[in-house]
């Protein structure tokens, strides 16, 4: 008994060192293993240079995660990465359309809502779907708020709650929906938020015309 007490200590130690081993070899990329973060080492550097040919060529790659990541880079860079990002939204692949969507939320302003618009309503992605609601939201974009309202009819309880988010980020008022409430029930909250729209509308176009006036003054 005194015998296995004592051994115990020294398996133990051995466990943890040969541990210790394994993991060093995983992390320095030996035994033909590749390094997971080359390429997300790769793209960080792109997006702190500002490249974004090089990021775009990233984005449409056969490499799912590093396109999604090159995609998202792009919405860091701003206006002249628009046309990269809106490439990004008519990719085959819903998990770069979804990103795109996102990244164009970031990098433009209300002259670029219409690529969202359309994925919002018609993206086969619920998850696509979803973030187009989100970055119209992002953007203010009271221009779209038929957009808007239709999603909160969408079948995917997630672009509902979204959707509502976003409405209330453009308005600043919440109007008592709740994406999973009876579908009665929603459609009644729908209802009154398409009858008031048309007051709240006036009040909107007033509010951001001016606020965009004031962001284009010099010194702003």
């Known amino acids: 008994m005194m015998t296995m007490s004592l051994r115990l200590p020294v398996l133990i130690g051995v466990a943890l060192a040969l541990a210790a081993v394994v993991g060093w070899r995983l992390l320095s990329g030996e035994e033909g293993l590749s390094d997971p ?3 997300v080492v790769r793209i960080e550097t792109l997006k702190s240079k500002g490249d974004v ?3 775009a060529r990233e984005a449409s790659g056969s490499d799912v ?6 995609v998202g880079a792009l919405g860091h860079l701003g206006t002249r990465a628009t046309p990269h990002i809106e490439s990004a939204m008519r990719d085959s692949r819903p998990e770069i359309r979804e990103k795109a969507a996102l990244a164009l939320g970031r990098a433009a302003g209300l002259e670029h809502s219409a690529p969202l618009a359309k994925a919002a309503g018609s993206d086969p992605s619920a998850r696509v ?4 609601v989100t970055a119209l939201g992002r953007m203010r974009a009271y221009t779209e708020m038929q957009t808007l309202l239709a999603a909160l009819e969408d079948e995917d309880a997630d672009v509902r709650r979204r959707a509502n988010a976003a409405i209330r980020r453009v308005l600043g008022v919440s109007f008592g929906f709740r994406a999973n409430d009876r579908p009665e029930k929603r459609r009644q909250a729908i209802a009154a938020i398409r009858r008031q729209w ?3 509308k006036r009040y909107a176009d007033s509010y951001y ?3 965009r006036f004031k962001e284009k003054q010099p010194g702003r």
């Open 37 to 39: 973060d080359a390429a």
């Open 53 to 55: 040919a090089a990021l």
């Open 65 to 70: 995660k590093a396109a999604r990541q090159a």
């Open 129 to 132: 779907r979803a973030s187009a």
């Open 198 to 200: 048309p007051r709240l």
């Open 209 to 211: 015309k001016s606020r």
